[in-house]
């Protein structure tokens, strides 16, 4: 069998454990891939480690015991977090983003990889260490950035529904108050989409007060579900008396400047 220097096996490890994020990979299977001691590959991981930590680009985690190996866990260097969410602000000030309604328009960044793999690392590194089994959003613009912070939890997207869909056979439905229209509002979700007892966290686009956010809890306390932690790309201040405190942002929004265009500047749990 072919034999791989040390620059291969490191640059194969790497790859495999940044493309599969927070999932544990059994040390033999290196072993089997590149015919090598288990010793030689614990060597070649000490030294990935050691070059993300410098980097702070994340951090390969040791799961012990007979079936256990190693994992990514994703971050970002508090440099690089920084210059994103600056970046991401001068974006949204665009005078030409506000559309009618005082409403910034975010559609193109939602869908944007780049922008969206970068922000779901950022709210992703805060949840890693609450055993996450669920994301949890709406079917909103939000889905993009809940499916990759999904993937960088290692965990399944669970998609609530506004309305009733034959395809999810039965559902739960609730009624929930929108926190800044005081409206009353609807959601579904199938019974076969979560078990009972776990543990989610609810991941979406723009925060107003916070009511879908309490909609989701209690949508949850349906499954005898608990809502671990909240993770929003923007944050609106314009809305004081939040109906909850407990969340993640990376971007607050503070409104339309007399110019015309949005104020935004980088959230306090990013600069933190």
């Known amino acids: 069998m072919e034999k791989f220097s040390r620059n291969q096996r ?14 544990m990979v059994n040390l033999n299977k290196f072993t089997e891939v590149f015919n090598a001691a288990k010793s ?30 190693i994992k990514y866990v994703c971050n970002s260097s508090q440099e690089e977090k920084n210059k994103f ?25 939602m869908y944007n990889p780049e922008i ?13 260490n609450l055993g996450v089994q669920y994301v949890v959003t709406v079917e909103t613009k939000g889905i993009p950035l809940a499916y990759e912070v999904a993937k960088m ?10 309305d009733n869909r034959v395809t999810e056979g039965p559902t739960v439905s609730i009624n929930y108050v929108s926190g800044s229209g005081r409206r009353i509002q609807s959601m579904s979700l199938s019974r076969k989409s979560i078990k ?3 543990k989610c966290i609810f991941v979406d686009d723009f925060m107003k007060a916070g009511g879908t956010a309490l909609g989701i809890i209690e949508m949850l306390r349906e499954f005898n579900s608990e809502l671990v932690g909240i993770g929003v790309l923007v944050e609106s201040t314009e809305n ?5 405190n407990n969340y993640i942002s990376i971007i607050q929004f503070n409104g339309i400047s007399e110019n015309g265009s949005a104020i935004l500047v980088p959230s306090n749990n990013v600069k933190k």
């Open 10 to 23: 490191i640059a194969a490890i790497t790859k495999l454990l940044v493309e599969n994020p927070s999932k």
């Open 40 to 69: 030689t590959i614990s060597e070649d991981v000490v030294i990935i480690r050691d070059i993300f930590n410098k980097l702070e680009v994340g951090n390969i985690e040791t799961i012990a015991g007979a079936s256990g190996g």
């Open 85 to 109: 969410a600056e970046g991401l602000c001068a974006i949204l000030a665009e005078k030409d983003r506000i559309i009618p309604g005082n409403f910034i328009y975010m559609t193109d960044i």
């Open 116 to 128: 969206v793999h970068k922000a779901a690392v950022i709210l992703a590194s805060n949840f890693n």
């Open 153 to 162: 939890l290692c965990v399944e997207l669970i998609i609530v529904r506004r």
């Open 196 to 198: 009972r007892g776990s």
């Open 240 to 244: 004081k008396s939040k109906l909850l």
